[in-house]
């Protein structure tokens, strides 16, 4: 079937065509007839990948007036990134309409542009939950006139808190509209959320409900939690032209991840919420480039992340809630390419092997981690392969091959070839000697057994590490991080009483605590000197503060947005 067939006009098709765009995907063939010739509500189900975007987006700039200047079209999407790419997409889609104004609205961005832009005439707006709710409140946006409302990646936006924004902006919109909700999977709240404001809605299940892309081969590596690095290197090692994200828990474990990998000079970058959104902008386009290898992210820094030809998805940890396991695994294998998802997991996270193969409906099959001689191995022929291959540039060159000449004269040439070869290889063969086997495959495992193997472990020196020795130090540093929760650091006593708040936000949210100080400080208005002893958990934390200054505290953060445009809440703890 082609676009034509769908029935979308020509400024449509044109701008398509001009996308690269030759046949419509499987969900954009049976989404876009049904919206165009309908006007019934729609729920559409695709892994991601699968070109949902289109899906809803061509329809929506096909059927909007863009000579009238009233807001017709509304998507709302969890993140600013996805936010962004939407209104990126849709103003292709709608290039050939005079007039056209398509205008992202998200948090974490001025305001006053975004009202401006609005001001202008938007006729399909593009937001996030969060941010938009502060536009209806002040009433910058007029969304009575709204004819289809489009939720995308609806599953991640529950997941990330918006039910409560979600209900309120649905609540300003007319009842006649049409309503289309995008998902990759289909959780109760989902179809709590398809029964409450959707009026009897098509149903259109491309591939099975929940399922992975058949493109992406899923594998499982047993690993013991203190050997979790030392995998990751060697399935890197394994791959010389990985192209991967490495997905972390929290944004500490993205941090100390990315950290220990540059130091071992592999090419990488961190990607998460502390970052400015400079920092992160950076960093996403030396990756889109290709200028770095390897993104080590968080989930949520991560999502809406459309790269195409990434060859790895790594699930260093697995995440909390795990049917964000396809959303990582998704962003490899996109436009009909090949990927790899892998799962590093310890003895006691066997369980949670079964449940993400039930989310994926198939059976993942467990590899075993490969040995320092098949990794040098392979990495001698990349280098072999890097040699033929390279591009001679004979008139630099020229006028230094004499000299080189004259100091190699009394070797032959299989001498030349091996010293060649172990000037550049060496570093990996003593990296790899006496590499052990890292693979766990004990079930409890005896102490005796382990204790020997880090005896082995200790000589492992692992990585690309040019320095010997180095990989040594992140044990100390582990110590000292650790004193620095438990006692030194932050964990200061406030003088006199001090009254303790609960936070809705935790190391998820925040890197550190000196993070979390930093954002109390700022946005309360306070002096650090008044903040106490404090205590992070996953998703909330406990602050200790000095009384007098408890009120103006909880004044200045309740309400504020975090990444992701979450509302921070606080309030007196009665634990
Ligand atoms: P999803 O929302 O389902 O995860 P996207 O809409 O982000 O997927 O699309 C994934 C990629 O596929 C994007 O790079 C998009 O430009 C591309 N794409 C979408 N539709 C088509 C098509 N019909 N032909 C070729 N590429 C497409
Ligand atoms: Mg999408």
Known sequence: MTFKELGLKQEVLDAVASLGFVDPSPIQQEAIPQLLETERDLVGLAQTGTGKTAAFGLPMVNQVDFSSKTTQGLVICPTRELCIQISKDFQQFSRNFRGANIVPVYGGASIDTQVRQLNRGAQIVVATPGRLMDMIKRKRVDLSQVSYVALDEADEMLNMGFKEDIDAILENTPNDKQTWLFSATMPKEVVRIAKNYMDNPIEITVGTKNAASKNIEHHFYKVNDRDRFHGLKRIIDFEPNIYGVIFCRTRRETS???????????????????????????????FRNKDIQLLVATDVAARGIDVDDITHVINYNLPDEIESYTHRSGRTARAGKKGTSILLLNTRESNKLRFVEKIINSKIDQKKFPTGKDICEKQLMQLIDKVVEVEVKEEQIAPYLSAVDEKLKEFSKEEIITKFVSAEFNRFLSYYENARDINDDSRGGSDRGRGNERRRGDRERGGRDRDRGRDRKPRSDRRERRG??????????????????????????????????????????????????????????????????????????????IEGGRKMRAEVSNQ
């Not at 990315?258 to 998460?272: C, G, Q, R, T, V």
């Open 256 to 286: 100390e991840v990315a950290d220990k990998l540059i130091k071992s000079n592999y090419s990488a970058e961190p990607l998460h919420g502390d970052l400015s959104q400079a920092q992160r902008d950076r960093v996403m386009k030396a």
């Open 484 to 561: 620095d929760k438990d006692n030194g650091g932050f964990n200061r006593n406030v003088e006199g009483e001090s009254t303790t708040l609960f936070l809705n936000v935790g190391e998820k949210d925040f890197s550190d605590k000196g993070h979390l100080i930093r954002v109390l400080c700022q946005e309360g208005g306070v002096a650090g000197k008044n903040l106490g002893k404090i205590r992070m958990m996953d998703n909330f934390s406990f602050v200790d503060v000095a009384p007098k200054i408890a009120g103006k505290l909880l004044k200045g953060i309740n309400g504020v947005e």
